[in-house]
């Protein structure tokens, strides 16, 4: 396996590096032989079928590529990674891959996504590891004892077309009012059940999702992201439903208490 970090050496997205042939096809198929679980978008309009497993595929690659973790076999003629996805019985999945016989195409040619125990997989001197994206456990859960920082006039001024309607249509007073209470109601919330908050890794960083409710106690709106500082929290942002679930994919499947695609 080549050394860690060296990402300059692979192609920036998944696409480019390989040519999948029906792509909606191979995500289908992927689809079908990993463990069940809803892949499709339900808030927001989705470019293609399958589409938060299309962005799990896509960045995973991509922190594969940061760790330097693919294994080719000792001819160079193939290709392997680990997905970080398994079968219903828990059986890991890796992209399987050929040089292409085409000049005209990407360098490499998706022929499987193989289990474990695939022959084909023998011929590989070792089989790479998932993506890795937790440096301190710590980051995973919400340190009640440091002090949440919000600027919620600035998080509605940069985000109101992310809210559903009628909060869209309101003035940015009224709306800055509801959310502050429906931030409050998340505070209290992950007080009570750590699993409240949510990780999700973007652009290098683990944040944590809260949940927004803004009409219903038990139906979040929104998410909204805290990034941790030195001494306090720091709301940076909030997400639709289906962004954040993209996010916090690329970790592990979410806690359904809130955060569900």
Not at 40 to 54: D, K
Not at 73 to 98: C, K, R, S, W
Not at 111 to 126: A, E
Not at 161 to 189: C, I, W
Request: with cysteine.
């Amino acid at each position: 396996m080549a050394t860690v970090g060296d990402a300059s050496r692979w192609p920036e997205s998944l696409w480019d590096l390989a040519f999948f042939p029906s792509r909606e096809q191979r995500l289908q198929n992927l689809a079908d032989t990993a463990e069940r679980e809803d892949w499709e978008y339900h808030n927001s309009y989705a470019p293609g079928p399958l589409p938060v497993l299309f962005n799990f595929l896509e960045y995973t690659y991509r922190r594969l590529a940061e760790e330097e973790k693919f294994v080719m076999t000792p001819q160079g003629d193939a290709l392997v990674y680990n997905t970080g996805l398994v079968t219903p019985y828990q059986e890991p999945i890796f992209a399987y891959f050929e040089l292409n016989q085409n000049p005209d195409q990407q360098q490499w040619y998706h022929n499987n996504w193989l289990k474990k125990s695939d022959w084909l997989l023998g011929k590989f001197p070792q089989l790479p590891d998932m993506a890795s994206y937790i440096d301190d456990p710590k980051k995973l859960v919400l340190d009640l004892n440091k002090e949440l920082q919000v600027n919620v006039e600035h998080i509605v001024a940069d985000n109101k077309e992310r809210f559903p309607e009628p909060y869209r249509s309101m003035n940015d007073f009224q709306l800055v009012q509801v959310v502050k209470g429906a931030l409050d109601t998340a505070k209290e919330r992950v007080r009570r059940n750590y699993k409240t908050a949510v990780p999700q890794y973007y652009r290098g960083r683990i944040q944590l999702l809260l949940p927004l409710c803004l009409s219903d106690p038990s139906k979040a709106d929104l998410a909204i992201t805290i990034e941790q500082g030195e001494y306090a929290y720091r709301a940076a942002t909030c997400l639709t439903l289906d962004m954040a679930y993209n996010n916090a994919r690329q970790l592990a499947r979410p806690d359904r208490d809130w955060l569900q695609p």
